[in-house]
């Protein structure tokens, strides 16, 4: 038996403004953080990005609740009065954020690949040119509403989103790969680091770097992978309502909060960044640390304990062979400044 209209509302109403709520306190700490670094490489990056992030979830939380009040006063119940709220022009405007939202997101992983990558184009490629042509679908569906003008008033994107249904599980499968393909690309290149001083090492880091590196990792697709697992899970019920017609309010409920978890993965990436849970290395002279290991491990007499030192601090050097650092810094954001990030 599916719920009461006011049931639905009441869980899209909350959820949404629950999710605005958590993205609002990562937004501020990561905010108050980044003034602590403001002389380090990529922070102006992180500032503008999070910010034009956490402007656009701020509209896109005041259009759903304007979807949602709109919605609830459309429902005949006595004493209750027609609501004046357009509901399809608000569905347009959400339609539009989330696309905003999504792009934001999409821009800051590509940022992080990129430097993580030793800033090579190719790598990041394939995931803009499949994101483009994600794209371009989700906007064609935008097209095809405004030239038929056939609107669902099921409040935020669900009511565009569920009618091209071709258009709109391929859109979302897209997008799905294109931000999962750049989580992986960063979490294998700190991997292959890794793997590569272990190497080096022949019977590993001493200490707790490698523990610290297989961290960074699960950290980096934990955060990553938000948006991936939750279009998954929006495109299985967005399937099944549109081929049976059930579980209609968990489609409204996931695609309300949809353009707050798009928002919500990127400003985590920023916490981590302002709290040091990323990796970063000092490479003044030298083109890539593995050349560096490399040479220090052909030079070396005791082949492996005088292996060259990496900074994973940013401010000091700190043999791999030795003790561990007390933190770990973002590695991209002194790629310019500090030399070529892997």
């Known amino acids: 038996m599916a719920p009461s209209p006011l049931v639905t509302l009441f869980f899209v109403g909350w959820t949404h403004i629950l999710l605005y709520g958590v993205n609002a306190v990562l937004f501020i700490v990561g905010m108050y953080l980044l003034r602590q670094r403001k002389a380090r490489e990529g922070t ?11 402007a656009l979830a701020t509209v896109s939380a005041i259009i759903s609740t304007s979807l949602v009040v709109g919605e609830y006063l459309s429902i005949p119940l006595p004493g209750t009065s027609p609501t004046s709220i357009n509901l399809q022009a608000c569905s347009i405007i959400e339609f539009v954020l989330f696309g905003l939202i999504d792009l934001t997101a999409f821009i800051i992983l590509v940022y992080r ?26 906007y064609y569906e935008l097209h095809q509403y405004l030239i038929t003008q056939q609107f669902v008033t099921a409040g935020s994107p669900a009511g565009l989103i569920t009618t091209t249904f071709v258009y709109t599980t391929t859109e979302l499968s897209v997008d799905t790969v294109s931000h999962a393909l750049l989580t992986y690309l960063i979490a ?62 968990v489609t409204a409920i996931l695609s309300t909060i949809m353009p707050q978890i798009y928002a919500l993965a990127p400003l985590i990436i920023m916490m981590r960044v302002t709290l040091g849970l990323t990796v970063e290395r000092y490479n003044a002279g030298n083109p890539t640390v593995l050349s560096s290991l490399s040479f220090g491990a052909r030079t070396s007499q005791g082949r492996g304990s005088l292996l060259p030192a990496l900074n994973v601090h940013g401010d000091g050097s700190v043999p791999v062979s030795g003790t561990s650092p007390s933190d770990l810094q973002d590695l991209e954001q002194n790629s310019v400044s500090k030399g070529q990030a892997i």
């Open 188 to 249: 294998r290149r700190i991997w292959t680091l890794k793997t590569c001083l272990q190497d080096l090492g022949h019977e590993g880091i001493a200490g707790t770097l490698p523990q610290k590196y297989n961290s960074i990792i699960a950290i980096t697709l934990e955060s990553g992978m938000i948006i991936p697992t939750f279009t998954i899970i929006f495109t299985v019920f967005n399937v099944i309502n549109a081929k049976t017609g059930a579980h209609g309010d």
């Open 44 to 54: 102006m990056f992180l500032v503008v990005s999070s910010s034009v992030l956490f």
């Open 113 to 138: 690949s990129f430097h993580i990558w030793d800033r090579r184009y190719l790598v990041i490629v394939v995931p803009v040119l499949l994101f483009l042509g994600a794209s371009a679908l989700y």
